[in-house]
């Protein structure tokens, strides 16, 4: 298959009747350029269970709101539109995550949360950008395991059998990976591109052209909660962290050890998101 058959199919993902009627709803809003906040925020309260969880989430240690925001629209108006449609779309595939790879939304939110972290100490600017760029860094996953779901078994399958990095078995069975998977998706879906810069050069920091710092943020995310065994994102593996973050974000040793300090202590108050019943 060439790349632009695989990018027409996967661009196609929401005609998929295995994808979930909110999922398929929330992806018509938020492809509408014109979408504001009160129709997002109308379409939330129609689904108690989803108004329920983007409430956990914007109180968990993602946001940094922690028991302050107890209503829709509180979180809509601290948020921003790009930010709550990003959170917005990750809560959404949380059930389609657990079908794709067991221990990947555990792994998404260990990011966000990690990026945060990470951010508070080094791009202050980024911190609410950031989280969601690395609570979506692995959508391209979803999309792969639903679109070509016995294809991207194979796919995890051989990187346990080999010892690999899921991004290296993916590209020998589609060609790309999951993070031009991503970026392709979320560039339809209308996101900033910024975020999709983000999704795109989460593996490759040093490629990105216009936002290298909050790659680097999430790439090193990605990298300490794996290293941390938190949740599972496709491989046992922890990929080493490209020299240029460390410049990127003038970091040391010493920071690193106080970032995984800290991220022990937020992970230990993060189970509320992480529930079966999300």
């Known amino acids: 298959m060439d790349a632009w058959t695989l990018r027409s199919k996967i661009e196609s993902i929401d005609n998929l009747p295995t994808i979930p009627p909110v999922l398929r709803n929330l992806l018509n809003i938020i492809e509408n ?16 269970a989803l ?8 109180n968990s240690p993602i ?3 922690p028991g302050r925001i107890s209503t829709i629209s509180q979180a809509l108006i601290l948020l921003g539109l790009d930010v709550v449609k990003g959170m917005l779309l990750g809560v959404s595939v949380f059930d389609v995550m657990k079908k794709v790879m067991a221990g990947l939304w555990e792994h998404s939110i260990g990011c966000a949360v990690t990026a945060r972290i990470i951010s508070q100490r080094k791009a202050s600017i980024y911190l609410e950008e950031v989280a969601v760029a690395a609570l979506l860094h692995d959508i391209g996953k979803v999309v792969l395991g639903l679109r070509f779901s016995d294809e991207y078994k194979k796919a995890l399958k051989e990187a346990e ?3 690999v990095f899921v991004f290296d078995s993916e590209r020998k069975q589609f060609s790309v990976d999951h993070a031009t998977v991503g970026a392709w998706l979320t560039g339809k879906w ?5 975020l999709v810069e983000v999704i795109e050069y989460h593996h490759k920091p040093h490629l990105s052209r216009n936002v290298p710092v909050q790659a680097a943020i999430v790439h090193l995310s990605d990298i ?4 941390k ?9 922890v ?9 990127m974000l003038d970091l040391t040793e010493t920071d690193i050890k106080d970032v995984l300090n800290e991220m022990e202590d937020s992970f230990g108050h993060i189970e509320d998101i992480l529930l079966v019943d999300l």
């Open 33 to 48: 350029p014109q979408v504001s906040l009160s129709e997002i925020g109308n379409f939330i309260l129609k689904d108690p």
């Open 51 to 58: 108004t329920s969880r983007i409430l956990r989430v914007v």
């Open 63 to 65: 946001y940094g709101f």
């Open 161 to 163: 059998k080999r010892g």
């Open 190 to 194: 209308k996101f900033p591109r910024s």
């Open 224 to 227: 300490l909660v794996r290293a």
């Open 229 to 237: 065994g938190f949740g599972f994102a496709g491989d046992n593996l």
């Open 239 to 247: 990929p080493a962290i490209h020299p240029s973050v460390f410049d």
